[in-house]
């Protein structure tokens, strides 16, 4: 008994939010099943609302493995929202320039970020509140009012639909078939979570980051290069929040100050939930994935009541938070005692 | 063997702030040689590895890797490792989360078209470790492994990468003896390869058993380089100690304490803890000083720390001066008039960043209680009265503890238990990382305590410190008390005998 | 020279010459938009001024910071819940006074009630806290995450989704003054809370134990002092202050307001701490300055009002601040700058 726990610690608790999400899912379909939640596309729109959600949680989950948090990632979504609609509504730029620009921009903030921690050793709490202030602010200070995106080729973008026929399709009442379908941000959020998986599973640098999350003077000592990993790990996140952000803007079609408020939570408690542990050097991207998944499921089930407030998905995602926070501390101390 | 010099050392000095760690120190190192590196608290041995290693930067002076080649300066433990220096530490300095194989071949690991590949370096790991006698699952984490066979993977990988030089930086602390000969076996090989190895060590023995020859710094400065055979120990002990040593004599002679009252002060029955300490029974008697010895691992902390409180028994009856007391916490250990100086005094003794005035009232402080704050004035003149006792160097009472130095922290973390004026003093390792003058007046210090009444446990690694102060000793082996000996069976071959069990072993 | 040079080393060694340093010049900047700033006068019987107002609205601040500095002293760890407790407590308080309607012009349910109901409320969240930082060992920042993200959710449960009002006179007073007392309300309440505090650590052993345990848990551990009670204490005492800073604010706006208020206060209680000269790690502690700290931010605050920046722009440069002034007390930075020193002095012996 105690070997399995040793081996499958990591694996157990991955293995508890697969099966959280199976049950919730298979209780979903159970409970509103006349309301039409056995349909294919409430399982796609899982990942098209949350496309933004899942690239920022990958980016989460690195940052989190070396240690460290990075709180600002919602302010930066609303940034990212508020420059593309400024820059494309008011300044009238096209949507590629104004794309590349809030890309910078993002890596820009990771490089920042990423100095003052790595460099000089600010606790990441401090530096990305104070990130998570500047951002927010900043959007502020571009505008005060809500800019709605109605550049041709964003809006273009935001609504191509990708048919998905092999997936049969009903016939509605005006007699055209509807697919099920997905949008391109949906693949591009699973290309970027199996990059960053290769990227942690199989590079030197993704190894890099787990030896500083697990005991940082040793990886020292081992000569890795920490500093310079740490602020890769920012830049990287810091692109990861600007695409996560151009993500999300395409399903908002809006910049306005108080988008993607508490995203940054939404985004720890997906990786704390897919097995991230907070104490560093351990996490998968495919976890946080899931935790992803367990959030939107949530968030549909309430939908689909209609009735509550969608203050319950924050009470419930915190209450899962709560859960899974305490089961990782259980198996600290299961750990601790050998 | 006449060698090349592979390591050349000259004129090295480095300065911290109010302290001159190292004054023009010469070292040399020659290719198949294992050349022990040795001091006091102070000399300067750690700094003149960081110095070499590239943790820390010196002021003068030159670093040459081979006669004629250019003068190298290492900015980072990397850079050193290129140059063909790897460091082993005491503290085992890898990452518990990765696998053993990614810990030995962390960045370098084997690459197949741009990515990691896995296989190989599981391989590679296994075969590096099997000739090292490690037949171990490569695939696990490294926390799944115990402290020793974490410290011997962290030397393969040094070895693994090592060309030139090695640096053991005492090494053997938390080894037993077993483990240590593995440890010597590798060394020799390594010598015989060529391999330059600098052994940072406190161990008398293992530098006579192992080691060609011996540096000897002090206070920073060279004392000098000797070939081991013709030095004798007693001369080397003076040379580190810059002084002639009557003193451990004069200890032998007023040692053995009477302690012979007729109530036990300490009765132990059936105490014992799951996994950690198999139930045992204990009697001390008053003003005794009694030993525990046994292997690393044997148990002895364990039982310390089950005794006082720290770790809570789960069997077993305790009486106390003839009254039954029931120990849960180091509070009711308090109480009950026990002391008890842990073995780690970093992690758990000294309180970094409060002063050593603060240091020394801290447990007279929780015994009296939360709501019984001993006023300033009375701090004041506790902690001088123990500065002056023990011999405590520090600037002012009010330094943070941390600026001490690691003997003269020690000597705080005792002053703050024998300020609870205890009737009972539990003594863990309180000489380890000591230098050699500290460690005789600590050990004085027992015997006069003993004298005046005061029941001691004293537990040390070293098997003479322990003849030298204890009248009785309890042994030890595989979390479990197996035997115990009087005064007259206290010499080496006693002891030995008694923690090897049947006959002797290796 | 060298007695100004030796002087003025004494004088940066002081603990806390940064964070007083740094109140100075944000009042001073202060004084260059507002040439009127430490004018004080005496309107309706209250002091009147714009530093008055400065002191005033930052003893919310105040009295969180002094909480957050115990919690951060104990376990070198932050509460982040403590503006949504704020936010609980005052709908506590306000559901308790108006007996659950929306909005009441006379108290239902005595005062002295709905005080207690909103300390009790905020002692809860501190316990809930406590015992997951102290007894199942759980990083502090992902423990008040919990309560930091439904905190909020639950004070509009309490409310039933809308602002309760109390528009009752003696209500308003904590918020803004007693009639016959020139001081602000407010401003009392957070230097009896400064004082008493002051008073528990020194005349207890409170203070010595928190920093004990803050720097070596374990050792204080061996010594017979009890951690993780302590470090409960703390979250407890957290939580107290943020209940009644709380019941100081809603005071204020005569009203629960549970989305607003406390908004973002946590950071600043956060950043009060850092600016003060506290070790963000836990530790040695200075409560005089997480206080200075507090008031440095709501200057701040002021001097960028003063500027013509909205509160939505203020962050920027609140973040602005902080950023320099925690890099500028950062070990390393130190490191950096003696050792680039250095490198001056041995390049200018070379010469």
């Known amino acids: 008994m105690k070997k399995r726990e040793k081996i499958d610690g990591k694996v157990f608790l991955l293995i508890i939010t697969i099966v959280l999400f199976l049950v919730m899912y298979a209780a979903g379909l159970i409970i509103f099943k006349s309301k039409g939640f056995a349909k294919p596309q409430v399982f796609l729109n899982l990942f098209i609302s949350n496309a933004g959600l899942i690239v920022i949680a990958a980016g989460m989950t690195m940052v989190m493995i070396t240690g460290g948090i990075d709180i600002s990632v919602g302010s930066i979504v609303a940034l990212t929202c508020m420059m593309l609609a400024w820059m494309m509504e008011i300044k009238g730029m096209g949507a590629v320039p104004a794309l590349l620009i809030v890309m910078i921009m993002g890596i820009v903030f990771g490089l920042v970020q990423g100095f003052f921690i790595a460099y000089l050793k600010l606790q990441p709490f401090i530096v990305t509140l104070a990130g998570m202030f500047f951002a927010r602010g900043m959007t502020a200070i571009i505008s005060q009012e809500m800019i709605s995106i109605k550049n041709e080729m964003f809006l273009k973008w935001a609504k191509s639909k990708i048919n998905l026929t092999f997936l049969g399709g009903t016939v509605n009442k005006k007699g055209m078939v509807n697919y099920s379908f997905i949008y391109p941000s949906v693949i591009i959020a699973l290309i970027v979570l199996v990059c960053i998986f290769v990227l942690l599973k199989f590079t030197k640098f993704g190894r890099t980051i787990y030896a500083v999350g697990g005991n940082e003077q040793s990886a020292l000592m081992m000569g890795l290069n920490v500093r310079r990993t740490k602020l890769l790990v920012y830049v990287i996140n810091g692109f990861l929040c600007s695409l996560g952000g151009f993500l999300f803007a395409l399903n908002t079609c809006a910049g306005f100050v108080e988008q993607a408020k508490g995203f940054e939570m939404e985004a720890i408690a997906s990786a704390v939930i897919g097995g991230t542990l907070l104490t560093g050097g351990v996490g998968n991207v495919f976890g946080s994935l899931f935790g992803v998944l367990i959030k939107g499921t949530i968030e549909t089930f309430i939908t689909f009541q209609g009735t509550l407030s969608s203050w319950w998905t924050k009470i419930t995602i915190a209450a899962l938070l709560a859960f899974f926070i305490i089961l990782q501390s259980l198996f600290a101390k299961a750990k601790e005692k050998h | ?506 | 020279m060298n007695k100004g040079k030796a002087f003025i080393k004494r004088l940066t060694g002081y603990r806390l010459f940064l964070p007083l340093f740094c109140l100075v010049l944000v009042l001073f900047s202060n004084l260059i938009k507002t040439p009127g700033f430490f004018e004080v006068t005496i309107k309706n019987g209250v002091l009147y001024g714009y530093i008055i107002d400065v002191i005033n609205r930052a003893s919310d601040l105040v009295i969180l910071a002094v909480g957050m500095t115990l919690v951060v002293a104990a376990s070198g760890g932050t509460d982040i819940s403590v503006g949504a407790v704020m936010s609980v407590a005052g709908a506590v308080c306000c559901f308790i006074l108006s007996g659950g309607q929306q909005s009441v012009n006379e108290f239902v349910n005595p005062y002295i009630l709905g005080v207690l109901a909103a300390v009790l409320a905020g002692i809860l969240c501190g316990c809930f806290n406590g015992f997951l930082v102290a007894k199942l060992k759980i990083q502090p920042m992902v423990a008040t995450l919990i309560l930091f993200t439904a905190g909020r959710g639950i004070a509009q449960l309490i409310t039933k989704g809308q602002i309760t009002y109390i528009r009752v006179e003696s209500y308003k007073m904590l918020g803004s003054s007693i009639p016959g007392i020139p001081i602000p309300t407010p401003v009392f309440v957070a230097l009896i809370v400064v004082l008493l505090t002051y008073v528990l650590l020194k005349k207890t052993t409170l203070g010595l134990y928190i920093q004990t345990v803050g720097i070596n848990a374990k050792a204080s551990k061996l010594m017979g002092i009890k951690s993780s009670m302590i470090i409960f204490l703390s979250y407890v005492f957290c939580g107290l202050c943020a209940g009644i800073s709380g019941l100081v604010a809603s005071s204020r706006i005569y009203s629960a307001d549970a989305n607003n208020i406390g908004l973002n206060l946590e950071l600043d209680a956060i950043l009060a701490v850092a600016l003060g000269g506290n070790s963000l790690a836990g530790g040695k502690f200075s409560l005089l300055g997480s206080v200075i700290g507090a008031y440095t931010i709501q200057a701040l605050s002021t001097t960028l009002y003063a500027m013509g920046v909205s509160p939505d722009q203020i962050p920027v440069y609140k973040a602005i601040v902080v950023v320099v002034i925690v890099a500028l007390q950062s070990t390393e930075l130190k490191r950096m700058v003696s050792k680039l020193q250095m490198n001056i002095k041995s390049g200018k012996k070379v010469a």
């Open chain 2, 1 to 506: 063997m006449p060698n090349e010099i592979v390591l050349s050392m000259k004129n090295i000095s480095k300065t911290f702030p109010g302290v001159r760690a190292l004054d023009h120190v010469d070292f040399t190192l020659r290719s198949g040689e294992i050349h022990a590196l040795m001091g006091e608290n102070g000399a300067g041995k750690s700094t003149l590895i960081k110095v070499l290693t590239g943790v820390e930067e010196f002021e003068s002076g030159e670093i040459k890797i081979e006669v004629g080649s250019q003068t190298i300066i290492n900015h980072s433990p990397q850079e050193a490792q290129e140059h063909g220096i790897s460091t082993v530490y005491q503290e085992v300095n890898l990452c518990p989360n990765l696998s053993v194989a990614e810990n030995l071949f962390i960045g370098r690991e084997p690459k197949r078209a741009g990515l990691i590949d896995w296989k190989t370096m599981n391989r590679k790991a296994t075969e590096l470790l099997s000739k090292l006698d490690m037949n171990i699952d490569v695939t696990k984490a490294l926390e799944n492994y115990s402290i020793a066979l974490q410290q011997m993977i962290a030397i393969a990988r040094a070895v693994d990468m090592s060309a030139k030089v090695l640096i053991l930086d005492e090494p053997t602390s938390s080894l037993d003896d077993n483990e240590v000969e593995k440890l010597f076996r590798l060394m020799r090989r390594l010598k015989a390869d060529g391999v330059g190895i600098i052994f940072v060590t406190h161990f008398l023995e293992q530098v006579y058993e192992v080691c060609d020859k011996i540096t000897v710094l002090r206070n920073g400065g060279l004392v000098g380089e000797y070939e081991t055979e013709k030095l004798p120990r007693v001369q080397l002990v003076a040379k580190m100690m810059g002084k002639d040593f009557d003193d451990l004599e004069a200890i032998k002679k007023v040692g053995k304490t009477a302690g012979k009252s007729s109530e036990p002060v300490i009765d132990a029955k059936g105490i014992g803890r799951q996994g950690t300490i198999k139930p045992y029974d204990l009697q001390i008697r008053k003003g005794e000083v009694i030993g525990l010895s046994g292997l690393l691992g044997s148990g002895r902390s364990e039982l310390a720390r089950s005794l006082y409180g720290a770790d809570k028994p789960d069997s077993g009856e305790l009486k106390v001066s003839g009254k039954t007391v029931v120990l849960h916490t180091p509070r009711d250990a308090m109480m009950a008039g026990m002391a008890y100086l842990p073995e780690n005094r970093k992690e758990e003794g000294i309180v970094a960043d409060l002063s050593v005035r603060e240091n020394l009232i801290l447990a007279l402080q929780a015994k009296r209680g939360m709501f019984h704050p001993i006023g300033s004035k009375e701090q004041e003149e506790l902690a001088n009265k123990y500065v002056k006792l023990l011999q405590i160097k520090t600037a002012s009472l009010d330094t943070p503890v941390r600026s001490l130095s690691g003997g003269n922290q020690q000597k705080v973390i005792l002053g703050r238990w024998l300020l609870t004026d205890p009737d009972f003093l539990i003594l863990d390792e309180p000489t380890r990382g000591i230098d050699v003058g500290t460690k005789t007046e600590i050990q004085k210090l027992v015997v006069q305590l003993a004298k005046e009444g005061v029941t001691v446990m004293f537990i040390s690694s070293e098997i003479e410190e322990m003849i030298r102060t204890c009248s009785r000793m309890a042994v030890l082996r595989d979390r479990e008390k197996v035997s115990e000996l009087i005064e007259e069976e206290l010499d080496q071959n006693h002891i030995m005998k008694a923690i090897a069990g049947g006959g002797t072993d290796e």
